[in-house]
């Protein structure tokens, strides 16, 4: 299923992350795609949000590779990926990652070297200044 929504700001964005959150179950997988500065970690924090988890804790995990936010219905993992080769991707142990109760929200997902049973895909294009297009497809 794909529902299509208009962003006009980081805040809708957001809006459209803390909507999802209500779909999402333990083992739920969101892959978000985008160019730089589309605005994935922005839904992050909208799922952060929905979930019950303070969205202030969620930065850009360029760094850490994966960070973990407790405090709501479920644990979030923020995964990115973009700096990593495939061998790295493989040795990030996701297959167990997202077990438990745990959502896990992947930031360039291209790079994955495996794909999930239960995920959601989002989607979100870039439009002219704060315009962005969000495609969010869910399967399983
Ligand atoms: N409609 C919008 N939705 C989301 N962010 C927006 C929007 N319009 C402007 N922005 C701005 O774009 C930036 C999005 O940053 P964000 O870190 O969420 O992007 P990203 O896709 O995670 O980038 P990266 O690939 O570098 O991780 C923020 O500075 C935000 O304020
Ligand atoms: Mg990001």
């Known amino acids: 299923m794909t529902r299509v929504c208009h962003s006009h700001g980081e805040g809708d964005t957001a809006a459209a992350g803390r909507a999802l959150a209500g779909d999402l179950r333990p083992g739920s997988v969101v ?3 985008g160019d730089l500065g589309a605005g ?3 839904f992050v924090r909208g799922i952060a949000e929905g979930l019950g988890i303070d969205p202030a804790a969620v930065s850009s995990p360029t760094f850490t590779l994966v960070q973990e936010y407790r405090g709501g219905r479920l644990r ?3 995964v990115d990926l973009y700096r990593l080769q495939p061998i ?3 040795d990030l142990g996701l297959d167990e990652l997202t077990l438990g109760d745990v959502v ?8 994955l070297t495996r794909s999930f049973d239960d995920s959601v895909a ?6 002219e ?3 962005r297009t969000i495609r969010i497809t869910t399967t399983g």
Request: proline share 3%; hydrophobic share 40%; net charge negative.
């Open 104 to 111: 896990t929200a992947i930031e360039w997902p291209e790079r």
């Open 40 to 42: 994935k970690t922005a």
């Open 76 to 78: 979030l993992q923020h």
């Open 122 to 127: 989002v989607d979100i294009l870039h439009g």
């Open 88 to 90: 790295e991707v493989d």
């Open 31 to 33: 892959l978000l795609s």
């Open 129 to 131: 200044d704060d315009a």
